[in-house]
């Protein structure tokens, strides 16, 4: 079956550097997301990627989309202690029903101040 | 605040009995989602509804059964507990256009 595979599992990182985590799929995908998850907490979403290519800006995280549309990352510039949690990649096959959202086992971030 | 809402937050309960997890979505969603998540394990589906209807089953064992019931609202039922399906279960509901999953803030089950 599809798979979505994330790494690295954990990563610390001193304030203010920056971090990368990727997400590969099996299959081609037709959309993947991002949620971050605070220690304690519930997934949030973060962003959806649909297009080949596609790359998207939040503040300090920019979200990159492949041109196979089979891989994904995440880049935190310059860290912040809020930027702790780990953070979901979670990938959609085409034809697939909301249902199949498979989620990557995440990248728990730590950031020491 | 999400919108979703999960009871119970914490239920301890021992191997072999049966416990229900219930989910109460966000307004106007139709679409309930259930998923377990291990240590270490991410978040695995468990199973979909759309306004009642079951609309995609992933990895749920044979002792876990979920409805959607006319309100909306949702129940998982996890029956024959063993030790491993301690876990945090969580309920998520969709928004139609984006596809965006909220979640709840999820029951953490603990068998014994």
């Known amino acids: 079956g599809q798979q979505v595979m994330q790494i690295p599992q954990y990563q610390h990182v001193q304030e203010g550097e920056d971090f990368t985590t990727y997400c590969n799929s099996s299959?081609?995908?037709?959309?993947i997301q991002w949620y971050k998850q605070r220690p304690g907490g519930h997934p949030v979403f973060l962003i959806q990627l649909v297009k080949s290519g596609e790359v998207k800006k939040q503040k300090r995280l920019t979200f990159q989309f492949g041109e196979a549309k089979k891989n994904s990352s995440l880049h935190i510039t310059a860290t912040q202690t809020t930027d702790v949690g780990t953070y979901f990649c979670?990938?959609?096959?085409?034809?697939?029903?909301?249902?199949?959202?498979?989620f990557g086992k995440g990248t728990k971030l730590s950031v020491k101040p | 605040d999400s919108g979703v809402t999960q009871t119970p937050k914490h239920l301890i309960t021992a191997t072999g009995q049966r416990v229900t997890l219930r989910c109460s979505p966000r307004s106007g969603d139709l679409s309930v989602y259930w998923y377990q998540q291990s240590l270490d394990q991410g978040l695995q589906f468990l199973i979909q509804?759309?306004?009642?209807?079951?609309?995609a089953k992933g990895n749920i064992l044979e002792r876990f059964s979920a409805q959607q019931f006319p309100d909306l609202h949702s129940e998982l039922n996890l029956s024959s507990l063993e030790l491993g399906d301690s876990a945090l279960y969580f309920c998520a509901s969709g928004e139609a256009l984006t596809g965006e999953l909220f979640f709840g803030e999820g029951s953490r089950l603990t068998v014994l």
């Open positions: 509804y759309y306004n009642g209807e079951e609309r």
């Open positions: 299959t081609t995908l037709s959309n």
């Open positions: 979670a990938g959609r096959n085409y034809g697939g029903s909301q249902g199949n959202l498979i």
